[in-house]
């Protein structure tokens, strides 16, 4: 028995457990006002999710009630569990399980650098303890995070093994609840996104898996409004349409709008009244084209028959995957000046048929390429300015 008043005695240097305490500098960790003073995660250097959990509900809910958008991603490993069977077959120098260690630890290290170089003004990266990362910040609008969580995943892919695939949620003031008395609040709706964005990354993950398609892909859902709640209001917090040669995988919430079964996409509704095409790929593979249009301000596409019977009504919606479609050019609008119209998602047609003739005349009429390309944008400028008008 130790006398009375005696000391511990220190750890010896030597000690095999010594080393595997990492040495705490909460410069390192990667934190910007949030959660200031937690632990970190052993393997990763991210916060821990006990300390994460404990103090990320406050930030949470003053952030929103301020006015703030609040981004909150979850990503996961692809098949770690393949990658450690494979090491641990074919590597003699590294058994599998340290094969996993080295995967998460370097994954917490490229997160850590990343995370550092964020604007952001409050935010924090965690882990639940596993093989994940949670990501939270305070934000301006929507497509600035998925931008930079896509900028996050495209890193770890160049640094790991493995690919890892993201689920994210963009909350605004019009998500809290509407009753905020007392009774911890904060915490069960912090544990409503964390399970909304959890529940996404699962089902988005099983889609990809039955459909044979790659990993480190980058889901999209909302967070659930109150029941009293109108539709959403607040557009800051939805991701515009795909563009261009991009693929955008949401998850679609059924929409009942009359007669017709709809699917709510979180994402702004196109303007004016044609819609906007886009390649719709189901979970199980299949594809079918279907016309986006604006319920509200945000995106709806139609059911499709087949589908209208499997999807509950008070289920958490289906996994998809949006690609655009380029609209069919009008007769003899050159290349350029069409990739052009794509990129701004202006529509053409908006312009009268002798103003068309007189920008195309100018078009391809230009003396040099330089002319050429400010002709160009100007046609930009006067079919954005129609279509505003």
Same mark, same amino acid.
């Given at each position: 028995?130790?006398?009375?008043?005696?000391?511990?005695?220190?750890?010896?240097?030597?000690?095999?457990?010594?080393?595997?305490?990492?040495? #705490?500098?909460?410069?390192?960790?990667?934190?910007?006002?949030?959660?200031?003073?937690?632990?970190?995660?052993?393997? *990763?250097?991210? =916060?821990?999710?006990?300390?994460? &959990?404990?103090?990320?509900?406050?930030?949470?809910?003053?952030?929103?009630?301020?006015?703030?958008?609040?981004?909150?991603?979850?990503?996961?490993?692809?098949?770690?569990?393949?990658?450690?069977?494979?090491?641990?077959? *074919?590597?003699?120098?590294?058994?599998? &399980?340290?094969?996993?260690?080295? =995967?998460?630890?370097?994954?917490?290290? =490229?997160?850590?650098?990343?995370?550092?170089?964020?604007?952001?003004? &409050?935010?924090?990266?965690?882990?639940?303890?596993?093989?994940?990362?949670?990501?939270?910040?305070?934000?301006?609008?929507?497509?600035? #995070? @998925?931008?930079?969580?896509?900028?996050?995943?495209?890193?770890?892919?160049?640094?790991?093994?493995?690919?890892?695939?993201?689920?994210?949620?963009?909350?605004?003031?019009?998500?809290? /609840?509407?009753?905020?008395?007392?009774?911890?609040?904060?915490?069960? #709706?912090?544990?409503?996104?964390?399970?909304?964005?959890?529940?996404?990354?699962?089902?988005?993950?099983?889609?990809?898996?039955?459909?044979?398609?790659?990993?480190?892909?980058?889901?999209?859902?909302?967070?659930?409004?109150?029941?009293?709640?109108?539709?959403?209001?607040?557009?800051?917090?939805?991701? /515009?349409?795909?563009?261009?040669?991009?693929?955008?995988?949401?998850?679609?919430?059924?929409?009942?709008?009359?007669?017709?079964?709809?699917?709510?996409?979180?994402?702004?509704?196109?303007?004016?009244?044609?819609?906007?095409?886009?390649?719709?790929?189901?979970?199980?593979?299949?594809?079918?084209?279907?016309?986006?249009?604006?319920?509200?301000?945000?995106?709806?596409?139609?059911?499709?028959?087949?589908?209208?019977?499997?999807?509950?009504?008070?289920?958490?919606?289906?996994?998809?995957?949006?690609?655009?479609?380029?609209?069919?050019?009008? @007769?003899?609008?050159?290349?350029?000046?069409?990739?052009?119209?794509?990129?701004?998602?202006?529509?053409?047609?908006?312009?009268?048929? &002798?103003?068309?003739?007189?920008?195309?005349?100018?078009?391809?009429?230009?003396?040099?390429?330089?002319?050429?390309?400010?002709?160009?944008?100007? =046609?930009?400028?006067?079919?954005?300015?129609?279509?505003?008008?």
């Amino acid at each position: 028995m130790d006398t009375p008043g005696t000391p511990c005695p220190k750890a010896s240097v030597t000690d095999a457990l010594a080393h595997s305490v990492p040495l #705490f500098d909460p410069a390192q960790l990667p934190l910007r006002n949030w959660c200031a003073g937690s632990r970190e995660d052993p393997l *990763t250097g991210l =916060v821990t999710f006990p300390d994460f &959990h404990s103090n990320i509900p406050r930030a949470l809910a003053a952030a929103l009630t301020d006015g703030a958008l609040v981004g909150l991603a979850i990503g996961d490993v692809d098949g770690l569990k393949d990658h450690v069977e494979r090491a641990n077959a *074919t590597d003699p120098t590294c058994y599998g &399980h340290l094969a996993g260690n080295r =995967v998460m630890a370097r994954l917490g290290a =490229v997160t850590r650098t990343w995370f550092h170089t964020q604007p952001w003004e &409050h935010g924090c990266a965690a882990t639940f303890g596993g093989d994940e990362v949670i990501i939270a910040a305070a934000l301006d609008d929507a497509a600035a #995070f @998925h931008r930079a969580v896509a900028e996050l995943r495209d890193r770890l892919a160049d640094e790991l093994p493995v690919r890892v695939s993201f689920a994210l949620t963009v909350a605004s003031s019009e998500h809290l /609840p509407a009753e905020r008395g007392p009774g911890g609040w904060k915490h069960h #709706f912090t544990d409503s996104l964390l399970a909304t964005t959890d529940r996404l990354l699962f089902a988005s993950k099983a889609a990809r898996r039955a459909s044979g398609g790659e990993g480190g892909i980058i889901a999209v859902t909302q967070p659930p409004l109150p029941v009293s709640t109108a539709p959403t209001r607040d557009h800051r917090s939805l991701l /515009p349409l795909p563009a261009g040669v991009e693929t955008l995988h949401v998850l679609a919430r059924p929409l009942g709008a009359g007669t017709r079964s709809m699917l709510l996409l979180p994402c702004a509704g196109p303007a004016g009244l044609r819609g906007k095409r886009l390649r719709v790929t189901f979970p199980d593979g299949r594809g079918r084209t279907a016309v986006a249009v604006s319920v509200h301000g945000q995106a709806a596409i139609s059911v499709p028959a087949e589908t209208t019977a499997t999807i509950a009504p008070d289920g958490p919606g289906i996994p998809l995957a949006l690609q655009p479609i380029r609209e069919r050019a009008a @007769h003899g609008v050159p290349d350029d000046l069409a990739a052009a119209l794509e990129r701004a998602e202006l529509d053409w047609s908006v312009l009268p048929a &002798h103003e068309q003739a007189q920008m195309l005349h100018l078009i391809t009429e230009s003396a040099t390429a330089d002319i050429r390309t400010a002709r160009i944008t100007a =046609v930009i400028d006067a079919v954005a300015t129609r279509t505003r008008s």
